[in-house]
């Protein structure tokens, strides 16, 4: 765990440096694909938000992350066929790379990341 000073440029210059952001992608991708089949299921997807980097999520009622996902897969899983392959999963954390990017705004902010966090490769 680190405490970092970062706001919205930082990140979104991250994301628009395209080779290091699909580097950082391809890495998670990978790490989150336990049975190496070259898709997320959301299985796979909830398993990383079990641990301790997404505290937020595993407070939640279970039917609220039951929806979250049923969201996210509405939105992502362009071919509906119930899991992520590896852009769908890029365009996902890249979409919420930005709504992080815009919650910090424009004014630096102190915050503190687990070392397995995607925003720790902005530094």
């Given at each position: 765990m680190s405490i970092e000073i970062i706001d919205s440029h930082m990140v979104e210059k991250f994301i628009e440096n395209s080779e290091a952001f699909e580097k950082c992608i391809g890495e998670r991708f990978t790490l989150l694909d336990a049975n190496k089949d070259g898709v997320l299921s959301r299985d796979e997807l909830q398993n990383d938000t079990n641990n301790s980097s997404y505290e937020d999520v595993a407070l939640q009622p279970?039917?609220?992350?039951?929806?979250?996902?049923?969201?996210?897969?509405?939105?992502?899983?362009?071919?509906?066929?119930?899991?992520?392959?590896?852009?769908?999963?890029?365009?996902?954390?890249?979409?919420?790379?930005?709504?992080?990017?815009?919650?910090?705004?424009?004014?630096?902010?102190?915050?503190?990341?687990?070392?397995d966090s995607l925003l720790k490769k902005v530094f």
């Open positions: 279970k039917e609220e992350i039951i929806n979250l996902y049923d969201v996210l897969f509405e939105k992502f899983d362009v071919g509906k066929k119930g899991t992520l392959d590896r852009k769908e999963f890029g365009s996902l954390m890249k979409e919420v790379m930005l709504a992080k990017a815009h919650g910090f705004g424009d004014t630096p902010v102190s915050i503190i990341l687990q070392e």
